[in-house]
């Protein structure tokens, strides 16, 4: 999915919607339902879209359009996502800080 977007650090919308095949409006709307939609602003008041952001709407797509999840539904499944993500990461450092006690000790010994 991600192979799509291309090699650039900001999208304005246009650029976003042929990406995503849908219209700007679209996406306006998407933004303010959805609060990790955040796209900065350029001095021109025009949105710009960081990569994370192209590709967090290319998963809202699809959930919106082929699994057929309603706006909350969607919002629901990208929190629990999110959550099981963060839960993954904070087991892996974590598991880096036992390891590092666990040298320290038999270090001590």
Known sequence: M????PD??????GEVGKLLGVEPYVIRYWESEFQSIKPMRARS???LYR????EELLV???LLYEKKF???GARKHLAEIKGQNANASEKKRLALIKKEL??????LR
Do not use: C, N
Request: charged share 40%; proline share 0%.
């Open 45 to 47: 008041s025009q949105r």
């Open 102 to 107: 666990q040298e320290i000790r038999d270090l």
């Open 70 to 72: 309603t706006i909350s």
């Open 8 to 13: 650039k650090s900001y999208f304005r919308i």
């Open 2 to 5: 991600a192979d799509i977007i």
């Open 60 to 62: 809202i797509k699809e």
């Open 51 to 54: 990569r994370k952001d192209v």
